[in-house]
């Protein structure tokens, strides 16, 4: 008979083998069809990868699924590449864009690609795209080592967490003119203070989150557009 410990270590370590992909919730993401394209369809590109920091650094704590970075004197969990399938980060951002404005029906239909039958096109770059929470190895170790009273003792500490995420040289075009309808930017954040027990992976959450928060804001922008 296996013992708790030996058993979480193994269920670490098949987590830890499980690819990622970037998703988030879209059930009150709101509607806002018969606006300024509708009925016109949009073609996404898949977003430059232009981030001046993807997280592959080396340091990863023995069974942890998130990097360790050193920023500003303090130790930060940190969302690595190579942890989401194929390390196509960018392209899985691209595919939940896609997917987050559909939801909004600010356009009759929402895909990936180039253009082909679209009326209109956007392509940009992702720049940000991180999640970060500090770190309190003693406080950790004690929760892992101690089981139970360990976890409660952690539980009582709080850990500062922030996630970011920016899409920027985003550009709205007109396929059958080539006209220029938008141009811009969108940024997302979110910050707070979680439970030291937490699990290290809410790093990918925080990351998500920022991006929504990010789309959000892109969505609010388009809305406003009036196409001449």
Known sequence: MSSPRATLALALLLAAGCARVVRYPLDDVPRLGGGPFAGGRLAVQELRDERTFP???????LFSQAAVIRRDGTDWY???????????????VTAMLVEHLQATG???????????????????????????????????????QMGLLGFVAAATQRARYRGDARLGGLRLVRTADGAVLWEGSAEGSVEGTGSVSASEVAVYHHA?????????????????????
């Open 55 to 61: 997280c592959f650094a080396p340091a990863r704590p």
């Open 78 to 92: 940190c969302n690595r590449d190579d942890e989401y399938e194929g390390r196509a980060v960018s392209q899985q």
């Open 208 to 228: 998500e989150m920022a991006l929504r928060a990010a789309v959000n804001r892109l969505v609010a922008q388009l809305a406003e557009v009036r196409p001449r």
């Open 106 to 144: 600010l356009f009759a239909e929402v895909a990936a690609g180039d253009g082909g039958t679209a009326e209109y096109v956007l392509s940009g770059a992702l720049e940000r795209f991180e999640g970060v929470r500090a770190r309190h190895a003693v406080a950790e170790a004690l929760a892992a």
